[in-house]
């Protein structure tokens, strides 16, 4: 699509998808922007006033501020061309689903740091609780 930019944080364009990757997606011509941040979005936005800029979003928490932050930062600044196809999600839903399969045989998790520093320690303790 010619008057679409998809952005998206630069980890994922490697990564499969049902029929192709965001990186060989980019290299039949397609415009797509590896970010550093998400803020990236806005001048992009500005810069192309004439094409739908969509930011793919896609984390757990640690992720999840940074496009609330752009979000905000869209709405204030009244940008009428970004869209947005948000896809995060929290770490307990996975720990949960894994912890739910009868097959699954787990004593332990390590939990994610970089989660918890944003969390706390109290999303875990219905886990804890259950299992």
Do not use: W
């Not at 364009?13 to 550093?36: F, N, T």
């Not at 940074?66 to 999600?89: R, T």
Request: hydrophobic share 45%; net charge negative; charged share 20%.
């Amino acid at each position: 699509m010619k008057d679409t930019i998809f952005c998206t944080l630069g980890d994922l364009l490697r990564v499969p998808g049902s029929e192709i990757s965001l990186l060989d997606l980019r290299a039949k011509g397609a415009d797509v922007r590896a970010l550093y941040s998400p803020l990236e979005v806005l001048e992009i936005a500005k810069q192309n006033l004439n094409k739908n800029i969509i930011f793919f979003a896609i984390g757990f928490e640690t992720t999840t501020p940074m496009s609330a932050l752009l979000l905000q930062k869209v709405i204030e600044e009244k940008i009428n061309n970004v869209f947005f196809h948000i896809n995060h999600i929290t770490v307990p839903a996975p720990v949960e689903a894994i912890m739910n399969d009868e097959n699954v045989k787990i004593n332990a998790f390590l939990g994610p740091s970089h989660v918890s520093v944003i969390t706390g320690y109290g999303i875990y303790e219905p886990l804890a609780a259950k299992f």
